[in-house]
């Protein structure tokens, strides 16, 4: 062979053979085992095997993550890191800080991601310089879902005012139907009670108490108010709430076995994987009180050995805040599109909802990290406020024990 051919085919040796060894791959840790969860990954799925890709599935059973956070800390520990993990908030800065989060750096400037993206979810994508992980959508926890035909039912409209929920729940305890659907998971009782804290205290004082831990708010007679409304709400559950996961409280009102469920736009995901229409079988609404308390899922990218692996991190990036799957899924999961250039015409009206409210909220000032679901605190006094919030629903404690609880709680907790 003539030296030039010798270098021409050892030139197109090299073209090919990282693009030989380079067929994308991703392990994919995740919590999304849902009805309305598992369809809304699939097309994440879909899109990477579209584009070539080997996707295995990681699917970590428990709504919220805690089970999912469980599992990835034993897969770090061993040294065998999952290619990409569903992870959101402060968490990830605390893995980074840790040095085994891969920099998506790349994709993201490829792609223009700081100018689609608002500031506020951008800045949870990035540690230092860097960005670390991609944002999937936005979900808003504080939210009302209710039966439409048993309050058509019963004369009731959908509660504007937490005294006139209490009103309406009364009512339909009084008529043999259980209020409010519930289930007796930790990350559940935080769910309910972040809104309540929203929703009695506003939201200045939501930042006070569940973003900057202020002592003063912890421990103020608002926060007391709080703990009394989570009793209340305590006495609308049926016998059986315990360990229920939250899809089966939402499968009650759905089936009107319940009245109510206060829970994140997920939620709305299960009633539309289950056919039902916004409006017309179900309805929505935020929580009573002002504010918008919001919820970002994002993936970050484990550092990991292998040219397919980075291959697959670098596609699920540019996939995940690409336009077309930031729609569909979001159309699927309940929650809104990350980037802001999404059109929301074929949206379904509590999605709309939540996109005007969001953007009202950021001029407002009123956009807040919903602690429950990790956006706002580190993950240990995130739990210390939970471990709270949960012995206090789950007993009879008083709301002046719970708030003094509260304030030792997370003074141990820094
Ligand atoms: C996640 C949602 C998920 C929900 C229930 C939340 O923390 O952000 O994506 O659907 O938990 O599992």
Redesign the pocket.
């Known amino acids: 062979m003539r030296l030039k051919s010798v270098l021409a085919a050892g030139v197109a040796a090299l073209a090919f053979a990282p693009l030989a060894h380079a067929e994308p791959q991703a392990e994919v840790m995740h919590?999304?085992?849902?009805g309305?969860?598992a369809k809304s990954v699939a097309v994440l799925q879909q899109e990477f095997a579209g584009r070539g890709g080997k996707w295995t599935d990681m699917p970590v059973a428990?709504?919220?993550?805690d089970a999912a956070m469980t599992a990835l800390r034993a897969r770090v520990l061993a040294g065998n890191a999952p290619t990409a993990v569903?992870l959101?908030g402060p968490a990830i800065q605390e893995w980074f800080e840790e040095g085994v989060l891969a920099d998506i750096s790349a994709v993201a400037d490829a792609q223009g991601w700081a100018k689609v993206l608002p500031a506020s979810i951008a800045n949870h994508m990035k540690c230092g310089d860097i960005w670390c992980a991609a944002p999937?959508?936005v979900?808003r926890v504080d939210w009302i879902w209710a039966n439409k035909a048993l309050l058509d039912k019963h004369g009731i409209a959908m509660p504007t005012t937490w005294d006139e929920f209490n009103a309406a729940a009364d009512k339909l305890k009084a008529a043999g139907v259980t209020p409010l659907a519930h289930g007796g998971q930790a990350?559940q009782d935080a769910t309910v009670f972040e809104t309540v804290v929203l929703g009695l205290g506003g939201p200045a004082f939501y930042h006070k108490a569940l973003v900057e831990l202020d002592k003063d708010a912890l421990t103020s007679d608002t926060m007391v108010k709080v703990f009394d409304q989570m009793r209340k709400l305590r006495g609308y559950v049926d016998a059986n709430f315990s360990g229920r996961d939250?899809?089966l409280a939402t499968a009650m009102v759905m089936n009107g076995e319940a009245a109510f469920q206060i829970m994140?736009d997920?939620a709305k995901?299960e009633f539309l994987a289950a056919g039902k229409k916004p409006g017309e079988d179900f309805l929505c609404a935020s929580t009573p009180g002002d504010g918008y308390l919001y919820?970002?899922?994002s993936f970050a990218m484990f550092k990991v050995a292998g040219d397919d692996k980075v291959a697959g991190q670098n596609l699920l990036a540019e996939l995940i805040v690409g336009p077309n799957f930031q729609k569909v899924f979001n159309m699927n999961?309940?929650?809104i599109p990350a980037r802001t250039d999404v059109a929301l015409d074929d949206f379904d009206m509590c999605a709309k909802l939540s996109a005007a409210d969001m953007n009202a909220s950021s001029a407002g000032g009123s956009l807040l990290p919903?602690y429950?679901?990790?956006m706002a605190l580190r993950g240990a006094q995130a739990g210390a406020v939970t471990d709270v919030v949960t012995a206090h629903f789950n007993s009879d404690m008083s709301s002046a024990e719970a708030v003094r609880m509260l304030a030792d709680a997370v003074a141990n907790s820094m």
């Open positions: 919590w999304w085992t849902s309305g969860e428990g709504g919220g993550g569903q959101k999937v959508n979900h990350w939250w899809n994140g997920w995901g919820n970002v899922d999961k309940g929650s919903s429950a679901h990790g």
